[in-house]
């Protein structure tokens, strides 16, 4: 806990309240630059609170309580996570990894992003093709199924035969009078005429002039600028009223995926240089791997007999703790 929230707490000392003099600027050195600690990340992620709030409102409008519950917890509050082989626990913040959640979303597209232009930088003629279809009047899945059959046919198609795979992601957003669902496509393929994709894309879809788009991204700037673009989130763009219905169209739909010779690409971890570890290498306590589970799992996991097995802040049986700092801040006027 640093930061701003603290200030809350701690009034500042009665004499600089009475002081009439403006205080003279603070002068700049190397170490008060170093000392300036950058402001807690729930400060640069207000907007994004303020809007998973909202969400809640409307799943638990519509009568979805869980999902409600799971937005309004997450980010601010904190969990209890137990370590099944010495039964050690701590707090962690928790997420909700949620899809219709604005910060999991937001976070989820950083490294959706950081994995496309992965691929993007090992593309030989990298091209960025945006394919649409015109609105939707139907079911949300069922858009998506249709854009999905006609991707499949246009890479089976001549214009295709060059191309040697790459990754592929669908947005879908609601829109008053139905869907508005295209598909962005991070392709490795030679020169490719724009009529001639249109042609094609027409003929499959059975509609004239769609909306298609075609650019190459050679340069390093290009290909992270696509990668970038893809790989987005839309979650805040969704808003309010259609949140429940875009969060039910894209259930259990796979929006994003690799195919032909990128199928399956894995991401090599960067090897990090500032000897922090980029993960948490199993329990913090004892170093197992794979038993840290959250503390509200344990009944299930330990059976009969689990409350014996709690110890500490575990045998409190109140595993989640709302985070004061997070919830004053979203309380206050917009600063
Ligand atoms: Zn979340
Ligand atoms: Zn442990």
């Not at 890479?155 to 990754?167: H, Q, V």
Request: a positive charge.
């Amino acid at each position: 806990m640093q930061g701003g929230a603290r200030g809350d707490f701690n009034p500042r000392p009665p004499f600089q309240r009475s002081s009439m003099q403006t205080p003279p600027p603070p002068t700049l050195t190397p170490n008060s630059i170093i000392r300036a600690a950058p402001a807690p990340w729930w400060h640069r992620q207000r907007k994004a609170l303020l809007l998973k709030r909202r969400y809640a409102d409307q799943f638990e409008k519509s009568g979805n309580a869980k999902v409600a519950k799971q937005l309004r917890l997450c980010s601010e509050s904190e969990h209890l996570v137990a370590c099944t082989s010495c039964g050690g626990s701590w707090w962690v913040l928790y997420r909700c990894g949620l899809r219709c959640c604005p910060i999991c979303s937001w976070r989820e597209a950083k490294k959706r992003q950081e994995y496309l232009a992965q691929i993007c930088k090992q593309l030989g003629k990298p091209k960025h093709i945006v394919l649409t279809i015109p609105r939707w009047m139907g079911e949300g899945p069922e858009g998506i199924k249709c854009l999905r059959d006609a991707i499949a046919k246009l890479r089976r198609r001549e214009l295709f035969k060059n191309c040697r795979g790459g990754a592929l992601t669908i947005e879908v957003l609601p829109k008053p009078d139905g869907w508005h669902i295209h598909a962005h496509l991070l392709v490795d393929a030679p020169y490719m005429p724009w009529k001639q994709l249109q042609n094609e894309w027409s003929d499959i879809i059975g509609v004239k002039d769609p909306h298609v788009s075609i650019q190459a991204a050679e340069c390093d700037a290009a290909r992270r600028y696509v990668a970038k673009y893809a790989g987005k989130s839309i979650v805040a763009e969704v808003g309010d009223p259609a949140i429940v219905r875009w969060f039910e169209a894209i259930k259990g739909k796979r929006m994003w995926g690799t195919f032909g010779a990128w199928f399956n690409f894995k991401l090599v971890e960067q090897p990090r240089n500032d000897g922090k570890p980029c993960f948490v290498p199993g329990c913090l306590l004892c170093g197992a791997q794979k038993t840290v589970v959250p503390a509200e799992s344990l009944p299930n996991i330990l059976g009969k007999g689990w409350r014996d097995w709690c110890t500490g802040a575990l045998s409190k049986m109140d595993w989640s703790r709302p985070l004061p700092e997070v919830i004053s801040f979203l309380s206050r006027e917009e600063p």
